[in-house]
């Protein structure tokens, strides 16, 4: 059975592959076997989002897709940057410039919660579609550390570490990270996609 992972993040498609690749008859189809265009993410939650980026990318392709929408919401800022993560400094979704505004706006201050939110899209052409959330508690850092990663990772202590999400093997972000929580959440429809039982 053939699913696209409905991302053209490749940084994201990396983890989403590690995390999910391994379900028994499933091939994975990604942009580069399949270019896709860049959906419009035009909703106001990562939940719109997410069924949006799936749904349209099975009109175009007309094939099962795994597509996701993240974030990362900080509680002294109400929740921002969230839906807006990738873009927070601009359109051009440079993540340094992400990092340095999000310090920027965090000068000075002592709460520094934040949550990482992922919401996993499963939609199939028939018109069916399931939806999967993960979250990950931390912190902002007073300063980027590490290298490993992408986006706001060498800002984010996940709670109970002292590590930057940056500073730990790609295994151990895999192993708690939001993405994990919300693709493993869709493992069992995937499986049985894949089992011609859904
Ligand atoms: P696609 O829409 O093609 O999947 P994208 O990067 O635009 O790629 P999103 O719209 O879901 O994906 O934006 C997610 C942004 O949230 C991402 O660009 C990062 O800035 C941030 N983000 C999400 N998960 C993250 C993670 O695990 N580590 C660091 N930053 C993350």
């Keep these: 059975m053939k699913v696209l992972i409905g991302t053209r993040n490749p940084k994201k498609l990396e983890e989403c592959l590690r995390i999910i690749g391994d379900i028994p008859g499933i091939e994975w189809l990604t942009f580069r076997d399949h270019p896709f265009p860049e959906v419009e993410e035009t909703g106001m939650t990562l939940e719109e989002n997410a069924r949006l980026k799936a749904t349209s990318l099975v009109s175009v392709t007309k094939l099962?897709?795994?597509?996701?929408?993240?974030?990362?919401?900080?509680?002294?800022?109400?929740?921002?940057?969230?839906?807006r993560s990738?873009?927070?400094?601009?359109?051009g979704k440079?993540?340094?410039r992400n990092n340095e505004k999000l310090l920027k706006l965090l000068a000075g201050v002592e709460d520094r919660r934040a949550r990482f939110r992922a919401v996993a899209a499963l939609a199939l052409p028939d018109g069916r579609i399931w939806l999967a959330e993960g979250v990950l508690e931390g912190e902002i850092a007073l300063a980027p550390r590490g290298s490993g990663g992408f986006g706001y990772?060498?800002?984010f202590i996940p709670l109970g570490d002292s590590r930057t999400l940056a500073e730990l093997a790609p295994e151990?972000?895999?192993?708690?990270?939001?993405?994990?929580?919300?693709?493993?959440?869709?493992?069992?429809?995937?499986?049985s996609l894949a089992r011609g039982q859904l």
Excluded: N
Aim: proline share 8%.
């Design 64 to 83: 099962p897709v795994l597509a996701e929408d993240s974030g990362l919401e900080v509680v002294a800022l109400g929740g921002a940057p969230g839906v």
């Design 86 to 91: 990738a873009r927070f400094a601009g359109a």
């Design 94 to 96: 440079d993540y340094r």
């Design 153 to 155: 990772d060498p800002l």
């Design 172 to 191: 151990e972000k895999d192993r708690i990270s939001h993405r994990r929580r919300a693709l493993e959440r869709l493992r069992p429809l995937l499986a």
